[in-house]
C-alpha cells in the first residue's frame, strides 16, 4: 500500500513526463540494450524500430502516474499485458532490470527534478506495479501449468502441415514433439513462438491468433507474410524458411480478448488477418452452439486475399443460423452478400442483434475505430464490443 505522500510525490511529476514525451522512453531502451542486450532475445525489435514499444511504454508510465490512486481503471490493460506477458515468458527477475533502468533514465535526463524525494517515491511506485504483474503473471503460469496438456515456458512443437489459405496468409498445424496432450484455449487466444531467423543474433517471440477449435492434440495458426524487410521479419522466417517437419519452440496459449456467451447470438467483423481469431470463434461456436446467430463479416483487399473463403461457405450451408458478408476494397460484387468498398453497417442494421449480442473485432487500429463507432451510432452499448489489439498495447 502506497502511503499519500508517495502517491502525491508521484503525481507531482506527471508535467515532466509529459513534457519529456517519449524522449524517456528512447533513453530507457537504448540504455537497458546497451547493458542487458540479453533482453533482445524478449523484446520485439520490429517494434523497437518503428517506435511502437517507445510510444506504448510512455503511455503506461504517464496512465500509472495518474492513476496511481485509483489503479481499478487499469485493470484490463494490466489483464491484456500480464497475458502477453506469459507469452514472452516474462520472469520476475526481467521487472528487476528493467525497474533498475527505469530509475537511472529518469535520473540521467532530469537530475535537477529527480530528487532522493522523487527517487524514493518512483522506486516504491515501480515495485508496487511490478507486484502486481508478477502476481497475476505468477497465477497465470500456474493456472496454464496445472491444466490438462498444460506446461511451463517453451515446449518444442512439429510443425504437422503448412498450407497456403491465401496468397499473403499460410496456416501452420502444430503437434508437440513428446506427443503428449496441449491444453485447451478460449477461442480468440494465441500462441507465442520463439525462432530464430537467419542472420538474426538474437531469438526473436511473436504472437499468432488460434484459427481452429481447440482439439487437445494440436494448434493451428494462420500468419500474414508482412510485407517489409523489419516488421516482417518472423512472419517472412515462417513462409520462407520454415516447413513441415520443423520443430518451433512454442509458449501456451494465452490473450484476454476471446468468444464470450456462446449461447448469446455473435457478430464476427474483422479485417485483412484479423480473420484468424475469427475463425477460431465461428469454428468453436458452429460445433458446440449450432442453434447460436452468427453474422460472419469481412473485409479485404480482394479475392486473392481472402483467407478461409471455402471453409466459411462450408460451414455456411451446414449452419442454418449463420450468415457470412464480405467487403473487398478493389473487386466489383458478383453475388448476394458480397459488397465494394468499405464495410458500412447501417444498410444491414435490422439484420444484426443490436441490443443482445456480442459483438467481436480484429483488424488494423483504425478498422476496428471505424467499426466500434459505427456500433456505438447504432445503439450497441460499449460492453457487448469485444476487440483484439496487435503489437503493443492501444485503446480505441
Known amino acids: 500500500m502506497l502511503s499519500a505522500h508517495t502517491i502525491a510525490t508521484v503525481k507531482s511529476t506527471i508535467p515532466l513526463l509529459e513534457s519529456a514525451g517519449v524522449a524517456i522512453t528512447d533513453h530507457f531502451y537504448q540504455r537497458m540494450f546497451r547493458l542487458n542486450p540479453e533482453l533482445k532475445n524478449i523484446f520485439n525489435m520490429a517494434n523497437q524500430a518503428n517506435g511502437r514499444q517507445q510510444f506504448a511504454l510512455f503511455s503506461a508510465i504517464t496512465a500509472y502516474a495518474k492513476n496511481i490512486d485509483n489503479l481499478g481503471v487499469l485493470s484490463e490493460v494490466v489483464e491484456r499485458v500480464a497475458h502477453k506477458h506469459t507469452s514472452f515468458f516474462i520472469q520476475p527477475e526481467h521487472y528487476d532490470i528493467v525497474g533498475h533502468h527505469l530509475i537511472e533514465t529518469l535520473r540521467e535526463l ?82 507465442g513462438i520463439k525462432v530464430q531467423p537467419k542472420h538474426c543474433e538474437y531469438a526473436e517471440m511473436r504472437q499468432y491468433s488460434l484459427s481452429d477449435k481447440p482439439n487437445s492434440t494440436t494448434y493451428r495458426i494462420s500468419v500474414k507474410r508482412e510485407q517489409g524487410e523489419v ?103 458478383e453475388q448476394d452478400n458480397v459488397f465494394s468498398g468499405l464495410m458500412s453497417l447501417a444498410p444491414m442494421a435490422q439484420q444484426l442483434p443490436l441490443g443482445s449480442g456480442n459483438f467481436y473485432i480484429c483488424g488494423p487500429t483504425g478498422f476496428m475505430k471505424f467499426m466500434k463507432n459505427q456500433l456505438l451510432d447504432l445503439g450497441v452499448k460499449d460492453a457487448q464490443i469485444h476487440y483484439e489489439v496487435f503489437g503493443p498495447h492501444s485503446d480505441l
Open 110 to 191: 532530469a537530475p535537477d527534478a529527480f530528487t532522493p524525494e522523487v527517487e524514493q517515491a518512483w522506486t516504491e511506485a515501480y515495485g508496487a506495479l511490478a507486484n502486481i504483474f508478477i502476481n497475476r503473471e505468477g497465477d497465470l503460469y500456474k493456472q496454464t501449468e496445472q491444466a490438462p496438456g498444460g506446461w511451463l515456458g517453451p515446449r518444442k512443437f512439429t510443425v504437422l502441415s503448412k498450407t497456403p489459405e491465401s496468397s499473403l496468409v499460410t496456416s501452420f498445424v502444430l503437434s508437440p514433439v513428446d506427443g503428449k496432450p496441449v491444453i485447451g484455449y478460449k477461442p480468440g487466444q494465441y500462441l
Open 231 to 333: 516488421n516482417g521479419l518472423v512472419s517472412n522466417h515462417l513462409h520462407e524458411s520454415v516447413e513441415q517437419g520443423d520443430v518451433l519452440d512454442i509458449l501456451p496459449p494465452a490473450g484476454d480478448f476471446f468468444l464470450q456467451h456462446q449461447h448469446l447470438p455473435t457478430v464476427l467483423i474483422s479485417a485483412g488477418v484479423g480473420l484468424t481469431p475469427m475463425m477460431s470463434m465461428l469454428e468453436a461456436t458452429v460445433d458446440s452452439h449450432p442453434q447460436t446467430p452468427i453474422h460472419f463479416l469481412h473485409a479485404c483487399e480482394n479475392p486473392d486475399q481472402h483467407s478461409f473463403t471455402q471453409r466459411v461457405a462450408e460451414l455456411e450451408k451446414m449452419t442454418p443460423e449463420l450468415n457470412a458478408y464480405t467487403w473487398y476494397a478493389n473487386h466489383a460484387p
